[in-house]
């Protein structure tokens, strides 16, 4: 369960969450340890149209969303939040079983990282400091993809061809 816990809150700054589909009191407890953590900012979509208009309005660093939920797949919920966009996004897939056609799913739609239902504090800040830990990292492959990603959508195709090349010479198992 998500308990608060005695942690320095300066090591996270400001971050905001967007949670996709949970249980009411599961989310409930989540925003409450998220926030006991620091300054950051968290939303609650119940379906797909409520995402939509969340990360309209709002730059959403982590994403956390189930596997299915009202309306749409975490499948078509990516693939549309991620079009458009000029920061990364941090996602998590909660799911209740850990069955391998699901974590192949997560794989191939580059999610960050999978936790099992009922997930603990400890795994979701583990998550958090991953991704902090990632934006620290310039040579992270992730992210130098996403940036290349972008300047081949903006058209400046120098810029990506050096991107991907990083990419390639950083990461060998890319």
């Known amino acids: ?12 700054k400001g971050l905001s969450f967007l949670n996709v589909g949970t249980q009411m009191l599961t989310k409930d407890v989540m925003d409450q340890y998220i926030r006991s953590l620091g300054p950051h900012q968290t939303h609650y979509a119940m379906d797909v149209k409520a995402a939509y208009r969340i990360c309209s309005e709002v730059d959403i660093d982590i994403l956390i969303c189930e596997a299915e939920f009202q309306g749409t797949s975490a499948y078509e919920l990516l693939q549309n939040l991620r079009k458009n ?12 079983e850990d069955f391998l056609a ?5 794989q191939e739609l580059d999610i960050d990282s999978v936790l099992i239902k009922p997930f603990t504090a400890n795994e979701l ?5 991953r ?12 992210l130098l993809l ?16 050096k991107l991907y090349n990083l990419v390639l010479e950083t990461s060998p198992n890319v």
């Not at 369960?1 to 996270?12: G, P, S």
């Open 85 to 96: 966009r000029k920061t990364y996004l941090y996602t998590i897939l909660a799911i209740g």
């Open 146 to 161: 996403f940036q290349a990603q972008c300047a081949l959508d903006a058209k400046a195709t120098q810029t990506a061809e």
């Open 1 to 12: 369960m998500f308990m608060a816990t005695k942690e320095k809150k300066e090591d996270v």
């Open 102 to 106: 699901l974590r192949s799913l997560a």
């Open 125 to 129: 800040r583990s998550q958090i400091d």
């Open 131 to 142: 991704y902090e830990k990632k934006l620290r990292n310039k040579t992270d492959p992730d």
